[in-house]
């Protein structure tokens, strides 16, 4: 990959996008990793208005400190880039405290409650879209989007327009290095930071990024495989095809003429 021509590339389709849309700047959530980290500098290099945000809800803090050492680097190096930190921890307890007791599987109550975190960050974002007339800036890459989908559907998926969506995630280091991203970014392993504890990325998926990179390119005679690459496989296939309705447009019934 000609790294750095992609990284210029990106940042003029972003610019491009923005005065197509009549829209005066951007709003990106900074979470302290790689994904965050490389969409909010490629927006930043494009000259236009951006907002950092950063949406703590009972996070790691080192994740925290993550996140405002990058937002700090960018103010250092982008005179367009401006911040605001909005606590959500209080909002996210109050929601958990009015829902009703918890009748059924305790796993899938936690995961509601992951993807809830997401969906008040969503919300928070555009809130100072529409303040400022700013486009959200998606981070989501192209193993997490149309790979196994791991986001929330109108959390961290519900975005303007997607700047890294058809960037693997090697392809989102290399770039995040090239443009001088904090190297505690580029060493932190890969994690959601969701679920208020250190789980990694791998921990939920079960494989890590550049085995979920191979198994999504893989065509080949499965019979020639170690078991490992069988396991990577399956779990590629297997989230591939639970998380179709993420990738596919909502289905839409369409009423026939002579129904009408």
């Not at 709003?27 to 703590?56: F, K, Q, Y």
């Not at 969701?194 to 080949?220: F, H, K, V």
Request: net charge negative; hydrophobic share 40%.
């Amino acid at each position: 990959m000609k790294t750095l021509e992609v990284a210029d590339h990106i940042t003029k389709w972003i610019k491009d996008y923005a005065e197509q849309s009549h829209c005066k700047g951007f709003v990106i959530g900074v979470s302290g990793g790689i994904d965050s980290a490389t969409s909010s500098t490629l927006a930043a290099r494009t000259g236009l208005p951006l907002i950092c945000v950063e949406m703590p809800i009972h996070q790691a803090a080192n994740q925290v400190s993550r996140a405002m050492n990058h937002i700090a680097w960018l103010k250092e190096h982008f005179p367009n880039v401006s911040s605001v930190e909005v606590e959500l921890t209080d909002i996210f307890d109050s929601f958990v405290g009015a829902l009703p007791p918890v009748t059924g599987s305790k796993d899938l109550h936690d995961h509601s409650l992951v993807n809830t975190r997401a969906r008040f960050r969503m919300t928070t974002l555009y809130y100072f879209a529409a303040l400022h007339g700013y486009l959200v800036v998606g981070t989501g890459n192209k193993v997490e989007d149309f790979g196994i989908g791991f986001y929330t559907k109108y959390g961290d998926g519900g975005v303007d327009l997607s700047p890294i969506a058809d960037l693997m995630k090697t392809d989102v280091y290399a770039i995040a290095e090239a443009l001088g991203v904090n190297q505690e970014i580029l060493d932190a392993p890969p994690t959601d930071g969701l679920w208020g504890d250190d789980r990694t990325d791998e921990d939920q998926i079960g494989a890590s990024y550049p085995e979920l990179e191979w198994a999504m390119d893989y065509s080949g005679d499965e019979s020639d495989l170690n078991e490992r690459q069988k396991e990577v496989l399956s779990i590629y296939r297997r989230l591939n095809r639970a998380n179709q309705h993420k990738m596919e447009p909502i289905p839409v019934c369409v009423i026939p003429e002579d129904l009408r």
